[in-house]
Nanobody
């Protein structure tokens, strides 16, 4: 069964931090590059960070130096540590393969506001 379950979002002030977690089914996770995506209101979904099965990482310019992606291959989980959050980071965050499968989880809302 295909499964992607994101958690950890919330409301945070500018400059704050959040850690997102994603539990994925083996069919999506195992052996694949995993990514965190986000979709802000009125904008297209974008890839913000990815990590290969061998832990090579890549980041969008807008989050480089602030976000850190990690994965646990034994637990089929992927995390996103987000520091120095900005209002522009407000979005629903999703995890998926990179490139993504057709299946998407429910996402987790991140709101950065004072």
């Amino acid at each position: 069964q295909v499964q992607l379950v994101e958690s950890g979002g919330g409301l945070v002030q500018p400059g704050g931090s959040l850690r997102l977690s994603c539990a994925a089914s083996g069919s999506i996770f195992r052996g694949n590059t995993m990514g965190w995506y986000r979709q802000a209101p009125g904008k297209q979904r974008e890839l913000v960070a990815s990590i290969t099965r061998n832990f090579w990482t890549n980041y969008a310019d807008s989050v480089k130096g602030r976000f850190t992606i990690s994965r646990d291959n034994a637990k089929n989980t992927v995390a996103l540590q987000m520091n120095s959050l900005e209002p522009e980071d407000t979005a629903v965050y999703y995890c998926n393969k990179d490139p993504p499968s057709l299946y998407w989880g429910q996402g987790t809302q991140v709101t950065v506001s004072s």
